[in-house]
């Protein structure tokens, strides 16, 4: 049997057709309506020596509408169910608030001590729709005194992606760069993460382009635990990356800002 047909007698947000807004709110409003006047009726019906019979149907009306009401409020109020433009505002949320939030955590020992480093978000021309970079990514740039690195952060619904370009002399420096970042990435690749170096060259400048990605087993955006799990995951590998950069004398601030080659 299928996970859908084991899952089908199983009340799911997934499976209730999307209503706008005040369609929810009119739906709630008449159960709560029902409700709280079953409640009063009864309430009536019990001090009424000729109505008391009806003391018992008014109350069970109550609780079936109050009942009603709770699933109601589940079904229509959960965000199991995302519409698209819900999912694009989530995205955004996940990019300039969550994403730079803990990006602004990281620490490198070998630049500054108990000091955090400073986090941008790379925004550009009103002009260009999104303001980001590329379809659904954004750019960062960190700095901490002398250190500074930039990186491509992308989530697409289910699907994280880190870009980071390290300016090299040529190709050869693949090799090395495998060699320096082996435990980083060799750690993430636990998690599921597929790592790829890249060499390319772009207006003359040459770099590697070191990009990772992974698939979550579910939706990230609208589950707050799987959210915060990977946002702190991929600020712990960046981490790992500035301090293994600074160690090793990689350079991490390209003049290209990194993103999909």
């Not at 709280?36 to 003391?55: K, N, T």
């Not at 980001?132 to 289910?158: C, E, H, P, Q």
Request: net charge neutral; hydrophobic share 45%; with cysteine.
């Amino acid at each position: 049997m299928s996970e859908n047909n084991k899952s089908g007698g199983i009340l799911d947000a997934h499976q209730v057709i999307y209503l706008p807004k005040i369609g929810k709110w009119v739906i709630i409003g008449l159960l709560a309506i029902l409700a709280f006047s079953s409640c009063v009726w009864a309430f009536v019906f019990l001090f009424s020596p000729g109505s008391r019979d009806q003391v018992v149907p008014a109350l069970a009306i109550a609780q079936t509408a109050i009942g009603g009401l709770a699933v109601v409020m589940f079904v229509l109020l959960s965000e199991k169910q995302l519409s698209t433009d819900r999912l694009l505002k989530k995205t955004d949320e996940f990019l300039a608030i969550h994403a730079l939030d803990t990006l602004r955590r990281i620490e490198i020992p070998q630049i500054a001590k108990n000091q955090t480093v400073s986090v941008t978000l790379t925004e550009r021309s009103s002009q260009i729709h999104g303001h980001r970079k590329d379809i659904y990514g954004a750019n960062y740039t960190i700095a901490l005194r002398d250190f500074s690195m930039k990186l491509w952060i992308g989530i697409n619904v289910k699907r994280l992606s880190l870009i980071y370009f390290v300016k090299v002399q040529d190709e050869s420096a693949v090799e090395n760069l495998k060699q320096d970042f082996q435990y980083t990435f060799g750690g993430a690749e636990k998690v599921g993460y597929a790592t790829n170096f890249e060499y390319a060259e772009v207006d003359s400048e040459k770099f590697v382009s070191i990009w990772t990605t992974v698939f979550a087993d579910s939706a990230i955006l609208g589950n707050p635990a799987e959210q915060l799990f990977w946002i702190q995951d991929l600020a712990m590998m960046t981490q790992s990356v500035a301090r293994t950069a600074a160690r090793c004398g990689w350079n991490l601030c390209t003049l290209t800002d990194p993103a999909p080659l």
